[in-house]
């Protein structure tokens, strides 16, 4: 049996790093969760039956950023110095905005574990609360700044 291999141009690869400085670095993202009223003073309230809901949703966020390169094929492992995930209550949209903060010394950007820190703590939220409010909206979740490497800084 012959083995044959195939190079094509796009053919995936992760990017070579290694003759990039190592700077400091960090990448802040957001995403909202939008739901009924009553869902959102309930976990306010703190009255869920599965426990705190942003203190799960957090740990689940801070946990994701450490396993990006797990779930994002061609994503570089990288050391995280700082995983900050924080949740701000809006009660007149009927929200919760969530941001997320990574900080490294290394070679390659954060924004894909910012991002991904935001979104698992998002779908934990929903997650968490799907038997009270089923039709929760997950949005706009997004790069907010970052900063480090060739080009600098960058704010949406």
């Not at 390659?108 to 703590?121: C, D, I, R, Y």
């Amino acid at each position: 049996m012959g083995f044959s291999h195939i190079n094509q141009s796009g053919e995936a690869n992760m990017v070579d790093v290694s003759s990039k400085p190592v700077t400091a670095r960090e990448a802040r993202a957001q995403g909202y969760v939008i739901m009924q009223p009553e869902t959102l003073q309930h976990i306010i309230d703190g009255k869920h039956h599965k426990g705190d809901v942003f203190s799960v949703a957090r740990i689940a966020g801070i946990q994701a950023a450490k396993k990006c390169s797990d779930l994002i094929p061609l994503c570089h492992p990288l050391m995280l110095s700082k995983v900050q995930v924080d949740f701000d209550i809006d009660k007149t949209n009927n929200q919760v905005k969530i941001t997320s903060l990574c900080k490294l010394a290394g070679q390659t950007g954060v924004e894909m574990e910012a991002l991904t820190a935001v979104s698992v703590a998002a779908l934990t939220l929903f997650d968490m609360c799907k038997a009270l409010d089923p039709g929760m909206i997950i949005s706009d979740i997004q790069v907010l700044e970052k900063q480090g490497g060739k080009h600098g800084h960058w704010r949406s």
